[in-house]
Nanobody, 122 residues
Framework: QVQLVESGGGLVQAGGSLRLSCAAL????????MGWYRQAPGKQRESVAI???????NYVDSVKGRFTISRDNAKNTVYLQMDSLKPEDTAVYYC??????WGGGSRWYDYWGQGTQVTVSS
């Protein structure tokens, strides 16, 4: 009924840039917070950047000044611009959205994308 479709991952050299996109598709009534998380091999999933419906961002300290999260509410889409990439940014990146669906009443549901691989070579 609802799915988050990610794109934009890939292989890049250290110092390079990538832009991730995530579109929320389906029977969506409203989206609250959207965000990006990542999970590196052998590590727990961590929050990278979160953005409120009004556009207020929050970042994990390790990406501040290098990553920029933004969203287009008309398109139900969130973006992550990643600059000055480092090898330690290598991970699978997941999109997340807190949303309400048509017919779902007043309950908010947490949805995840399928993940997109980002690999930064040194």
């Amino acid at each position: 009924q609802v799915q988050l479709v990610e794109s934009g991952g890939g292989l890049v050299q250290a110092g390079g840039s990538l832009r991730l996109s995530c579109a929320a598709l389906g029977s969506i009534f409203s989206i609250n917070t959207m965000g990006w998380y990542r999970q590196a091999p052998g590590k727990q999933r961590e929050s990278v950047a979160i953005i409120s419906r009004g556009g207020s961002p929050n970042y994990v300290d390790s990406v501040k000044g290098r990553f920029t999260i933004s969203r287009d509410n008309a398109k139900n889409t969130v973006y992550l611009q990643m600059d000055s990439l480092k090898p330690e940014d290598t991970a699978v990146y997941y999109c997340n959205a807190d949303l309400r669906t048509w017919g779902g009443g007043s309950r908010w549901y947490d949805y995840w994308g399928q993940g997109t691989q980002v690999t930064v070579s040194s």
